[in-house]
């Protein structure tokens, strides 16, 4: 098998269901903002190396479910969830986040302002990782037939996570946050 198709040379792509649309599509559209918020976790697993094996483990569990947030995108007929458990993603796990949330936002002093995005490279990573997850969910919104409401909330957990993460690692290194 290669890795090239050659299927999506006229400009579109293949959905689950077999439906062909145009790679222009919002629904392509947001599961490719959800593949980039996965590299750039990916990034910041790099940026870490060995230092905090805890972090990437954590990471590697959101790279892992954006995969299955991404398969679930490219399935408006919900078809691969029911054959493919390992892409379903529930409540269970917009609660993990949660809990993630306030176990790294207890770590930082609490806000007062605003802050500039930036720190650490591994925080500053931290920061565009939130605000591609912004954007994607900006576009799971935008999408019909709509999304389940679990992937939303899954998303915007997320990116109050990432924020978490970004100021807890900046804290954690000495990094004094700069206030608006």
Same mark, same amino acid.
Request: hydrophobic share 40%; net charge negative; glycine share 8%.
């Given at each position: 098998?290669?890795?090239?198709?050659r299927?999506?040379?006229?400009?579109?792509?293949?959905?689950?269901?077999g439906?062909?649309?145009?790679?222009?599509?919002?629904?392509?559209?947001?599961?490719?903002?959800?593949?980039?918020?996965?590299?750039?976790?990916?990034?910041?697993?790099?940026?870490?190396?060995?230092?905090?094996?805890?972090?990437?483990?954590?990471?590697?569990?959101?790279? %892992?479910?954006?995969?299955?947030?991404?398969?679930q !995108?490219?399935? $408006?007929? @919900? &078809?691969?969830?029911? #054959?493919? =458990?390992?892409?379903?993603?529930?409540?269970?796990?917009?609660?993990?986040?949660?809990?993630?949330?306030?176990?790294?936002?207890?770590?930082?002093?609490?806000?007062?302002?605003?802050?500039?995005?930036?720190?650490?490279?591994?925080?500053?990573?931290?920061?565009?990782?939130?605000?591609?997850? %912004?954007?994607?969910?900006?576009?799971?919104v935008? !999408?019909?037939? $709509?999304? @389940? &409401?679990?992937?939303? #909330?899954? =998303?915007?957990?997320?990116?109050?996570?990432?924020?978490?993460?970004?100021r807890?690692?900046?804290?954690?290194?000495g990094?004094?946050?700069?206030?608006?």
């Amino acid at each position: 098998m290669t890795l090239y198709t050659r299927t999506g040379d006229s400009g579109e792509t293949s959905l689950f269901d077999g439906a062909r649309v145009k790679k222009s599509d919002p629904r392509v559209a947001a599961y490719g903002d959800v593949d980039e918020l996965n590299a750039w976790l990916g990034f910041v697993r790099a940026a870490l190396g060995t230092s905090n094996d805890q972090l990437s483990e954590i990471l590697v569990h959101i790279q %892992r479910d954006l995969f299955a947030l991404g398969a679930q !995108l490219a399935d $408006p007929r @919900d &078809r691969i969830a029911d #054959r493919v =458990v390992k892409a379903a993603l529930g409540d269970d796990d917009v609660s993990r986040l949660e809990g993630l949330i306030d176990r790294f936002d207890g770590e930082a002093p609490p806000l007062r302002r605003f802050i500039l995005a930036g720190g650490t490279q591994s925080g500053a990573m931290l920061h565009i990782a939130r605000t591609v997850c %912004r954007r994607a969910e900006r576009g799971m919104v935008a !999408l019909h037939p $709509p999304v @389940d &409401r679990v992937l939303l #909330r899954y =998303v915007n957990r997320l990116s109050d996570l990432l924020f978490a993460m970004a100021r807890a690692g900046n804290y954690r290194a000495g990094d004094p946050e700069i206030e608006w």
